[in-house]
Every structure is written in C-alpha cells, then in structure tokens.
C-alpha cells in the first residue's frame, strides 16, 4: 500500500510540475512569492529574454534554449 501512495504522489508532482511550467510566468512567479519585475530583471542580467506576463516558463526555456529547471534555479538563487 505504501508503494502505490508513493507512486500516486509522485505522479500528482510530475501533473503539478507540468502544469507550473505551462502557466503564465505572472501565476508561476506568483506561486514562488517573486514579482514579476524582479524575476525579469535576473532572468534578463542571465541573458534570458521574457516576451510578456503571460509568456510561460516552458516558453521562455525554449525560445532561450535553456530548460524550465534552469529558468526556475537562477530566479530562486
């Protein structure tokens, strides 16, 4: 019983993960207690490009070649 909760609490983290990436970075950024504006500005001094609020973190990673992982590691330094 015990493998099988952990088996449904991961799967419930891989759903949140996906769906945190494919969020507008506004509700993103949110959820990590950062504002906007201060989130852009480390991701820009990282030379990363965020288009608009409603560009996900999924989007910026691809159009900066970076992945979601990094994008999220450099705004929670």
Do not use: G, W
């Not at 609490?9 to 945190?20: A, D, G, S, W």
């Not at 993103?28 to 288009?51: G, Q, R, T």
């Amino acid at each position: 019983m015990e493998i099988l909760t952990t088996s449904i609490q991961m799967c419930k983290n891989k759903i949140l993960k996906r769906e945190f990436v494919k969020a507008p970075v506004s509700c993103s950024f949110e959820m990590m207690h950062i504002e906007y504006n201060k989130a852009k500005l480390i991701l820009n001094k990282n030379n990363i490009v965020i288009k608009d609020s409603l560009e996900s973190i999924e989007e910026i990673s691809i159009n900066n070649q970076k992945s979601p992982e990094e994008i999220v590691d450099l705004i929670m330094e």
